[in-house]
């Protein structure tokens, strides 16, 4: 996950009032299909990450710095003017952004006007992919 990701543990806010809440219908009908679509690839529920991540299960991380905490396996923020699908820093190869569709990115985050822009096949690989570099270099257990 991005810095901006991790900055806050899960809350008990819902899920459901958040998506509500959105101002369109597309936002509100494309987070719906991220979170279809997160909870079957992480096998995980959504939960809020403070006020506008919904994330799906968790890790702990720990830095060479000593910094350290918690952050989803997988993620999303429904902003303005994007969605916003954080990512494990390193997740996104080049070969597998190049086939993903409209889109812009960063280290960790790719940015999508609309889910329809993009191929859900290959967000799901590129998901699947981020958890499980999440996975080897942040063994729980």
């Known amino acids: 996950m991005s810095r901006s990701a991790n900055t806050t543990d899960w809350t008990d806010a819902s899920v459901d009032d958040f998506i509500a809440g959105q101002p369109s219908e597309l936002v509100r009908a494309d987070s719906r299909i991220l979170i279809e679509l997160m909870a079957r690839i992480t096998g995980r529920q959504p939960r809020m ?18 910094r350290e905490g918690d952050a989803p396996l997988a993620a999303f923020s429904p902003r303005r003017p994007e969605l916003v699908i954080y990512t494990a ?29 993009i191929d ?21 257990g």
Do not use: N
Not at 97 to 111: E, F, I, N, S
Not at 122 to 127: A, H, N, R, S, W
């Open 89 to 117: 820093p390193g997740a996104l190869d080049a070969d597998t952004m190049a086939r993903l569709g409209k889109h812009r990115a960063t280290k960790a985050c790719v940015y999508v006007k609309r889910l329809d822009d």
């Open 49 to 66: 990450w403070g006020p506008s991540i919904v994330g799906f299960g968790s890790y702990h991380y720990r830095y060479v710095s000593g």
């Open 120 to 140: 859900l096949g290959v967000l799901t690989t590129l998901i699947e992919q981020s958890i499980s570099l999440v996975e080897k270099t942040y063994p729980q």
